[in-house]
């Protein structure tokens, strides 16, 4: 039997990640139509792409975007307008959406949720507890406890805490210092603040298209969280990315799926939420055996810009089927992947990330692409009058994509490229895929 294919398709969102799956789904057979939605003037080149001016965050603005423009399926990128509601609007109106609901986005947009539903999933994550506003004694004594076991502390914000993200620390007197600030002024009736046992070993990302009950595993990604080279400097949205994982083969992906994705699954379905969309897992590979340190409701970026190309199968019929409910019967939990390599350079603008500059004149992204490379656009603007080209206009600015037989040839293909582009203060790490867990040599 061959699933529907999706003949008009709107992505929501306007960055890097959303790029390249509107490029994705533009180049598959059978795909007519995309509209990228708010998009951008560099996702607006890719060809079979066109942008629309709506506010992804805008429900109502959403659904009359798709019922105008009658498209057959919706695919969400970023998670903020799941968690606004954007999936329950559009299935209301009777419109295919990829894309959780804003009640099941809480695996993502409440870390005590994400906790909750893992240990009675059976799914293993760093042991947590969750703190209310007001409980700053009870959260100062179990970050005592885990420190007079001489565990590492993880410190992370529940819910929308705008910025203040995630501390990871061995310091006792660090994790002190800082707890209280996370419950400041937080309500007494919700959880405001998890502290987890720190954990260590290797991350890896394994994201999975799921359809409430099922799910199809996309090649495995690792991402490079950190600002500068050696993983020192700010954590960040995401520095580079790279897949496959030699240390992260099919079958330990089949193992990942059956010992996460599924388990969740099956527990959201029973509390009446059924997932249907990106499940994404972000591991720690721990001596132990593999952890959770988090679920996202969506893909990662820049994980996709280097996943998607190596996907071997159409897309656009499984995610319509995923959002119907029901992927096909003969879909592997393990999506055949191409042989070759890919590796993702973020660059980024000066500043990033607490206070990018923005404005200023890009050069070589044609002599990127001219190499071969793929060039997706995160921060950018058309830039008018003569000379036109591109200007940044964001945090991360272009992700540039090189692929290869293996991980050497895909990160000499991503660094020659990203050598290629030029801007005034532009930053990137000179290390991603450099060494790679389960690799023997560095790929220098
Ligand atoms: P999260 O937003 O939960 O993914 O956390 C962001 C980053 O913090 C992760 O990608 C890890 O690098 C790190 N992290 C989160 N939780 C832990 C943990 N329990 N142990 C060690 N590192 C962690
Ligand atoms: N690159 C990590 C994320 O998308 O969450």
């Given amino acids: 039997m061959h699933p529907d294919v999706p003949r008009r398709i709107l992505v929501l969102g306007g960055g890097g990640r959303e790029h390249a799956l509107a490029w994705r789904l533009a180049g598959e057979a059978g795909v007519e139509d995309v509209i990228c939605a708010p998009g951008s003037a560099g996702i607006a080149t890719t060809t079979g792409v066109r942008c629309a001016p709506v506010d992804a965050m805008d429900p109502a603005a959403v659904v009359a975007l798709a019922t105008a423009e009658g498209v057959d399926l919706v695919v969400v990128g970023p998670e903020a307008p799941l968690a606004a509601g954007v999936a329950d609007a559009l299935a209301a109106a009777g419109v295919p959406v990829f894309g959780p609901t804003s009640a099941a986005a809480r695996l993502e947009t409440s870390k005590a949720f994400c906790h909750e539903v ?88 394994v994201i999975a298209i799921c359809d409430g009950e099922r799910a199809a595993a996309l090649p495995a990604a690792r991402d490079h969280k950190r600002l500068c080279d050696d993983d020192r400097g700010p954590n960040t949205g995401g520095m580079g990315a790279y897949s496959p994982l030699p240390d992260v083969d099919d079958a330990s992906v089949a193992r990942i799926v059956a010992r996460f994705h599924e388990p969740i699954l099956a527990e959201m379905r029973r509390r009446g939420l059924p997932f249907r969309g990106f499940l994404y897992a972000g591991l720690m590979l721990t001596p132990d055996g593999p952890a959770l340190l988090e679920l996202n409701v969506r893909c990662g970026d820049p994980e996709t810009q280097v996943i998607l190309p190596r996907v071997a199968v159409p897309l656009a019929p499984l995610l319509l089927a995923a959002a119907r409910g029901s992927l096909p019967a003969e879909t592997p939990v393990v999506l055949p992947t191409t042989p070759e390599a890919a590796v993702g ?43 036109g080209g591109w200007g940044t206009s964001g945090g991360r600015v272009l ?46």
């Avoid at 501390?167 to 660090?174: F, R």
Wanted: hydrophobic share 45%; aromatic share 4%.
């Fill in 118 to 205: 893992a240990q009675a999933a059976g799914v293993r994550m760093a042991r947590a507890r969750a703190f209310r506003g007001g409980e700053d004694e009870a959260a100062l004594a179990y970050v005592r406890r885990l420190a007079a076991n001489g565990i590492g502390i993880v410190l992370k914000a529940d819910g929308l805490a705008a910025g203040k993200g995630v501390i990871v620390t061995d310091s006792p007197e660090m994790a002190l210092e800082y707890a209280p600030s996370f419950l400041a002024g937080r309500a007494t009736d919700q959880p405001a603040l998890v502290i987890e046992e720190r954990l260590t070993g290797t991350e890896a990302s």
């Fill in 345 to 387: 350079i973020v660059l980024a603008a000066h500043g990033y990330p607490q206070s990018p500059k923005r404005g200023d004149p890009i050069e070589g992204v044609d002599a990127a692409q001219a190499q071969g490379a793929l060039v997706f656009h995160a921060g950018t603007v058309a830039r008018q009058g003569a000379g």
């Fill in 399 to 444: 992700a540039v994509v090189g692929r290869g037989a293996g991980l050497a040839q895909a990160r000499a293909a991503a660094e020659h490229a990203a050598d290629a582009i030029h801007w005034d203060g532009v930053h990137r790490r000179r290390d991603i895929a450099l060494r790679v867990p389960g690799q023997a040599e560095v790929l220098a």
